[in-house]
């Protein structure tokens, strides 16, 4: 397996990180969102007012792309971005 490009990257001496993205789901209605900033994310559903229990941390390299289908329910897909050369 190969390792992830920014785990090797080192912050610099500010202690600058990388973003962590939030992938958020509500188990009710399946809506989402994503969120750049761990310290906003949402506490309940603006649809249904469900509490969002689903958390998926993601870096700023990875994509998601999220489909409902009538049989298997949701499928989540995640994958990296192609690396600029």
């Avoid at 188990?27 to 229990?53: G, H, M, Y």
Wanted: net charge negative; aromatic share 4%.
């Amino acid at each position: 397996m190969r390792e992830s490009p920014e785990s090797l990257i080192l912050p610099f001496e500010t202690e600058e990180l990388y973003p962590t993205i939030i992938l958020e789901l509500c188990d009710n209605c399946k809506w989402s969102c994503s969120c750049l900033s761990t310290k906003d994310t949402i506490e309940s559903c603006p649809v249904c007012k469900a509490a969002i229990r689903s958390h998926v941390p993601m870096t700023s390299e990875e994509v998601s792309r999220i489909e409902i289908d009538s049989e298997r329910g949701m499928i989540l897909q995640f994958s990296r971005r192609a690396l600029v050369q």
